[in-house]
């Protein structure tokens, strides 16, 4: 609902139950909405709509770490994310982040960048037991 006409409701019954003294929850449940909607509403009066906003949070990364993270990636295709991520802190590149989730973001997967191995091309890999 619009700031203002939630607020002219809350106005309102103020009025009318100063003006009558009829208790404020007879004339919200004449009006038909609910308790806990008005009191929300009384609680919020005066203020905008911006509960839905993206609010800016201190562990987001930044332009310059999220490009960091994603060289890192690239220079080290073969390399996990959890060892990645260790690489990255003992390296200096990035730290005290949720390193890896730029990378996630950015669609950085090992296995999209590597060659494929002699195994996935259908070769037959010799154990200790004879031909696999």
């Given at each position: ?6 607020d ?29 909607k008005f ?94």
């Amino acid at each position: 609902m619009e700031p203002d006409i939630r607020d002219s409701v809350v106005d309102f019954v103020a009025f009318w139950s100063d003006k009558s003294e009829i208790d404020t929850s007879r004339i919200i449940n004449w009006i038909g909405v609910q308790r806990g909607k008005f009191y929300s509403w009384r609680k919020r009066y005066g203020m905008v709509n911006d509960h839905y906003g993206r609010i800016p949070r201190d562990f987001w990364l930044d332009d310059w770490e999220r490009e960091a993270i994603v060289a890192f990636f690239h220079e080290h295709p073969s390399e996990g994310y959890r060892r990645l991520t260790y690489m990255m802190l003992d390296a200096g590149v990035v730290g005290g982040q949720p390193l890896f989730s730029a990378a996630c973001a950015q669609n950085c997967r090992a296995d999209a960048s590597l060659e494929p191995t002699a195994l996935a091309e259908g070769h037959r890999v010799q154990t200790a037991f004879g031909a696999a």
